[in-house]
Structures are given as structure tokens and as C-alpha cells.
């Protein structure tokens, strides 16, 4: 043995220590609860129920094959047609890796036997090959990203209907708190997820159909036994490269946890850049950034350190060593010549068989490498299943009306269940039953609300910070579950909300005054642009189609306009679509005194009752009630004119 090779072999034996060892310190980590316990912590610092732990076993099982059924709803699809392609594909390149095979051992021999004239015209022959091996390689590409993109819309159209199903991406921010960061999940996790299956789907099957067809063929050549002794090693390095990857999909999901919260604070920042001004809290929120990004750091150089460790052991065991069974498989039959298919050959045939067989069963060695390294890409998927499984459970039970959040616990509310309460559709008519007024958390603001609202009785809503008034509107929006009592209110699309800070769309000038609806929604309603001309003319704000773009003009109009501007395009969005009900929330705060009485008396005349929130007290005449709360659990509801003082009863 040669000094080059000892050291070789030196080198291998300490890379291997090492592997072995790092293996053991994150092992015994993980035992001791110390990783577990930091990425808890890391993610939301909730109590909640105990989630299952990450791994390929049959929970995975069960929630792959339910999401498979999302992804490929029939056979009659395009998924099911990419899946044959590539299947197809798959079975052309591994002829095609055979006719490589031989014909390459063919052209070695004839550059051994030195046959100058049989060697050019194999060698354009083999060019001329090489042309059908590249479609088909390429081909293999195009079906496995076509396949991941059909999987990606597939499962996006899935999810998009669910979250966008009534008010369900409301609720699932704001009533349940078992999903964190959802853009993370129906973004970057899906797309990850429905790529991991494609890679699996080639790792997988393009491996074992290697294994069948390189085994028919190795099993002539050299005999039965070569390529089981390769499929016993395929076994037991399967079973124990599985063992050592269980922490894998653990990693994974917890990875993907913490980018969301990274991108949620950066978020956050933007959101709320300027009121963070004011308060110049630029050096907490670098702290609260720099935070959370060292958390994430740190959990992926634990990642890093484990998947180098597994680096070593995986090449270690499906490269190098699978190769040294390669060599020993193939080497029986020609060191005691006792195959049948090799005996009465000279010596330039058995190098050309030796080749031949070699190859094979390198390419052999390499499908069976590559069949153990999928339990990687199977235990990443695992991590990316649960993830996306857990998002479909949360929006299945939300759109059933459940959802789950962390309630507060004490003898005023134990007897209070959401969703208890009865709402009964009726049209100009609001009343509440003994409703009470209950947060999600479980706070009793109102422990019994009665009063009722006519058609043309305007009520004005009044009270200090925190007693109820937001609480109120948003059962009324049915954004809130009931408690308890009935509540007798019109369906949601005759109930209008304007806020103080009104949001504007994205889209032309147009969009902002009909939004929701669209341009299609327009024509199918016959409302014309003289007619939205018409409402902002109500406003004051004719001018703006008078500038370049017209009614087609697209800005981003939450900057462009400015606040008084934005609350009078709502306004006129109110007009537009005229419900029974409309909810004004602070909305004309912004508006002179004038323009706001011309759009009360406007209000008036399409016939809409108002529920106003305002501390003008040039707003009382055109209100009929008054709903006061005192912030205590108390509420009066009374006649405007038996006010003496605005605030006061």
C-alpha cells in the first residue's frame, strides 16, 4: 500500500469521526430539550396544545396522500400528464445511459485495437446519438418544472379559496392565533412544498428504475448475486441514514417558522414607519429586528452543522462505500471466471465486458446513492407536509365557524362560547337581544346589549377608548362571533363600513370608488363613469378625473392622495353602493366642516341610516340617538335631544 493511499485512508477514518461525532452532540442536544426549548421560545412565546413531532412516519403518510389528492384531482389532468412525461422520460434516459454505455466501450476498443478505419464512422455515429440524448435530458427538465408549477398552482387555487372564503383571512389573523405569518405559509411554503415533491417524484422513481433494468442486465452479465448484494447494502444504509435524518424535519419546519418572523417584524417596520418615527424608536426596533434575525442564525447554523455532519456520513455511505461494494460485486466474476457468460474470452473482450460491466454497476452503485439520499429530500418534505396540512386544518375549521385562540380564563366569561349567539337576516331593521359584547380574548365589555335601530333613525356611537364602540361594528360586520342573545340585522352586503384611514386598492381611479366591485361589475349593474363622475362631484372631488389617466389612471393612491382626499373617495364609495346600513368610524375627520354636512344630508337623502363614531358636535343634527358607553360595562341609549352636553346624558 502506498503512502498516498494510507493517508487517503487516514483522512476518510478522521472525516468520518468527525461526522459521527458532531452526529452525537446535536443528538444528545436534542435529548436534553435544549433546541426544542430556544425555537419555542423563538416563535411566538404562546402556550398552546402540544403539536406533533416532525418525522416520516404514517401521520405523514396520511396527510401526503390527502394533499395528493389536491394536487392531482383526476386522472383526465395536466399533473397526470406531466407525471407520464416524465416517467416516459425517465425510462428513454436510462436506455439512453445503456446505448452510452456500450457504445462507449465500443469506441474504447477500437482505440485499444487501434482499427483506424472503423473509428471515424462510430464517432460521427456517436455524435449523431448524442442528439435524441439531449432532447430527452432536457425534455426530463422541462416535465419535472412543469410538474412543480402545476403542483404550485394547483395547491394555491386550493388554499386562495379557502382564506379568501368570507372573512376567513380576517379570523385567521385576528381570531385564531394557531397560525403565524400565513403570507409565509401560502407563499414561499407552497412553492418549496410542490418543488420537493418533483424532486422526490425523479429521486425516487429514476433511481429505481435504474435498479430494475441495471439489475436484468447486471444479472446476465456477472451473475445473480452482484446486484443483490448492492440491494442488501441499498437496504441497510436506507434503514440507517433514515435513523440519523429523523431531526431533519424538525429543522425544516422550524426554519421556515422563523424566516416568516423575520419578514413579519421587517414588515411591521415598513407598515408602521411613520408613527415609529415619531416616537424615534428606530434603535428598540433594530433590537427587536437584530433579535429575531439571531434567533434565525442560530438555528440554521444548528441546521448547517447537522446537515454538514449528515454530509459526511451520507457521502461516506452511498459514494464511497457503495462504490467499494461496486468493486467487490464486480470483481467476483472476473477474478475466478466462473460466470458462464465470460468464459472462452480473450483478454480484449473481458476488458471490454470488465467496462461494460463496470459501468453498469457504477450506474447501478449511483441509483442506489441516490435512492438513500431521497430519505433526505423525503424528511424535508415531511417538515414542508406538516406545515402546509396544518394551514388547510386551521382554514377548514375557520370557514366552519371554529377557530382557537388562548381565552382568558375567569368566572365571568367560562359560560360565554363563540358562536352561540343567533343572528336572524332582516332588511332596515337592527336590534340586539341580550347580546353581549365579548372580545376575542374573552373580555366582557357589555355583558347585555338592547337596543334597536329603525330605517332612518341615525345613531351616534360615543364613549371613551376601549369601552366597546370597534367591538360593536365588528359583531354587527360579522368579523366577531356572537357570545349569546339574537342579533337582527340585515344581510352583509347592505351594511357599509368607512373607517377613519380608508384603504385604497390597487388599480385605476375607478377601482376606488367602486371597490370592491370591478369594471365587469360596473357593466353588469349598467353604472356608467358619468354616474361615479356623479358621486364624486358629492365629494368635491371632480377634479381628479380631469387629470392625465382619467378614470383609467393608475397611481399608488394610498401616497398620492392625501387624507381628506382618501376620506372623501370613501364617502363616495358609500353612495356608490347605497346599502341600508352604513357604519362611519371617525371617517370625515379629515373633511371641512361644510363638505362634511353637504355628505351627512347626501347620506340622508339615498335613504341610509348611519352609525356614526364622532366627537363633532356639529354631526348632532343630523342624528336622531345617541349610544353612549361609559368604558365600565355600562351603555345608555337615548334620544340626541335629551343630551345636554355632548358625552353626557
Known amino acids: 500500500m502506498t503512502v498516498y493511499s494510507k493517508l487517503a485512508i487516514a483522512s476518510g477514518g478522521l472525516s468520518l469521526l468527525c461526522g459521527f461525532y458532531s452526529l452525537r452532540v446535536i443528538l444528545q442536544k436534542k435529548k436534553q430539550g435544549k433546541e426544542v426549548d430556544v425555537v ?32 392531482v384531482p ?91 372564503r368570507g372573512f ?39 433511481p429505481i428504475l435504474d435498479i430494475l433494468i441495471y439489475t ?51 414588515s411591521r417596520l415598513i407598515t408602521n414607519s411613520e408613527e415609529i418615527a415619531f416616537y424615534q424608536g428606530n434603535k428598540k426596533e433594530d433590537a427587536v429586528i437584530q433579535s429575531t434575525f439571531r434567533r434565525l442564525i442560530d438555528l440554521l447554523r444548528r441546521s448547517m452543522q447537522f446537515r454538514f455532519s449528515m454530509g459526511i456520513v451520507d457521502t461516506m455511505v452511498t459514494k464511497y462505500c457503495a462504490t467499494i461494494v461496486g468493486f467487490f460485486v464486480v470483481s467476483r466474476p472476473f477474478l475466478d471466471l466462473m460466470s ?72 365571568s366569561n367560562a359560560q360565554l362560547k363563540p358562536g352561540s349567539g343567533k343572528i336572524i337576516t332582516v332588511d332596515h331593521l337592527i336590534r340586539f337581544v341580550d347580546v353581549p359584547l365579548v372580545t376575542p380574548n374573552g373580555d366582557v365589555l357589555i355583558e347585555k346589549l338592547n337596543f334597536e335601530v329603525k330605517a332612518g333613525t341615525n345613531v351616534l356611537v360615543c364613549g371613551p377608548n376601549g369601552c366597546g364602540k370597534s367591538s360593536l361594528f365588528r359583531i354587527l360586520g360579522e368579523l366577531w362571533p356572537l357570545f349569546g342573545g339574537v342579533l337582527h340585522k340585515p344581510a352583509k352586503e347592505n351594511l357599509f363600513y368607512v373607517p377613519q384611514r380608508p384603504y385604497m386598492t390597487l388599480g385605476t381611479l375607478r377601482d376606488q370608488v367602486a371597490y370592491p366591485h370591478s369594471k365587469e361589475d360596473l357593466k353588469a349593474r349598467g353604472v356608467t363613469d358619468n354616474d361615479l363622475r356623479v358621486f364624486l362631484q358629492h365629494v ?45 368610524d371617525e371617517c370625515t375627520s379629515a373633511v371641512s366642516v361644510d363638505v362634511e354636512g353637504f355628505m351627512y344630508k347626501h347620506c340622508k337623502q339615498l335613504g341610509i341610516t348611519l352609525f356614526t363614531v364622532s366627537h363633532r358636535k356639529t354631526l348632532w343634527e343630523y342624528h336622531e340617538y345617541v349610544l353612549k ?9 337615548t334620544a340626541i335631544n335629551q343630551v345636554s352636553e355632548f358625552g353626557s346624558a
Open 216 to 266: 436484468r442486465k447486471l444479472s446476465g452479465a456477472i451473475g445473480v448475486q452482484g446486484p443483490t448484494y448492492m440491494l442488501g447494502y441499498l437496504a441497510l444504509s436506507g434503514i440507517f441514514l433514515t435513523w440519523l435524518r429523523r431531526p431533519t424535519g424538525r429543522y425544516t419546519v422550524q426554519e421556515q417558522k422563523l424566516e416568516g418572523e423575520f419578514r413579519f417584524v421587517n
Open 74 to 164: 383526476g386522472f383526465l389532468t395536466p399533473e397526470v400528464g406531466f407525471i407520464v412525461l416524465v416517467a416516459a422520460m425517465m425510462l428513454a434516459r436510462t436506455y439512453c445511459d445503456l446505448w452510452f454505455i456500450a457504445n462507449t466501450t465500443k469506441l474504447e476498443g477500437i482505440i485499444i485495437s487501434r482499427n483506424s478505419s472503423t473509428f471515424y464512422p462510430s464517432l460521427f455515429w456517436f455524435f449523431i446519438g448524442m442528439i435524441p440524448i439531449a432532447f430527452v435530458n432536457n425534455l426530463l427538465k422541462y416535465g419535472l418544472t412543469e410538474l412543480a408549477l402545476c403542483f404550485r398552482t394547483r395547491l394555491t387555487a386550493y388554499l386562495y379559496t379557502r382564506y379568501l
Open 540 to 584: 368635491h372631488l371632480e377634479y381628479l378625473v380631469d387629470r392625465p389617466g382619467g378614470w383609467d389612471a393608475t397611481e399608488d393612491w394610498m401616497d398620492i392622495l392625501s387624507g381628506g382626499e382618501k376620506q372623501r373617495i370613501a364617502m363616495a364609495r358609500l353612495f356608490y353602493h347605497r346599502p341600508q346600513f352604513a357604519i362611519l
Open 340 to 411: 458462464p457468460s465470460l468464459l472462452g474470452l480473450n483478454n480484449e473482450q473481458l476488458i471490454q465486458e470488465y467496462y461494460k460491466s463496470g459501468r453498469m454497476l457504477m450506474n447501478l452503485a449511483g441509483a442506489v446513492g441516490r435512492l438513500v439520499l431521497a430519505g433526505r429530500d423525503l424528511t424535508r418534505l415531511a417538515g414542508f407536509t406538516s406545515r402546509v396540512f396544518e394551514l388547510i386544518e386551521v382554514l377548514q375549521d375557520l370557514n366552519n365557524g371554529k377557530y382557537v385562540r388562548t381565552m382568558v380564563n375567569n368566572a
Open 629 to 637: 358607553f361609559d368604558g365600565r360595562g355600562n351603555y345608555e341609549y
Open 168 to 206: 376567513t383571512y380576517y379570523k385567521l389573523t385576528n381570531l385564531d392565533n394557531r397560525i403565524s405569518n400565513p403570507d409565509q405559509l401560502l407563499t414561499q411554503d407552497v412553492e418549496r412544498f410542490s418543488q420537493c415533491i418533483s424532486d422526490l417524484y425523479s429521486n425516487m422513481s429514476k
Open 40 to 71: 419555542e421560545s423563538a416563535l411566538n412565546n404562546k402556550k398552546g396544545p402540544q403539536k406533533p413531532k416532525v418525522a416520516v412516519d404514517m401521520i405523514f403518510f396520511r396527510r401526503f396522500v390527502k394533499l395528493l389528492r389536491i394536487l
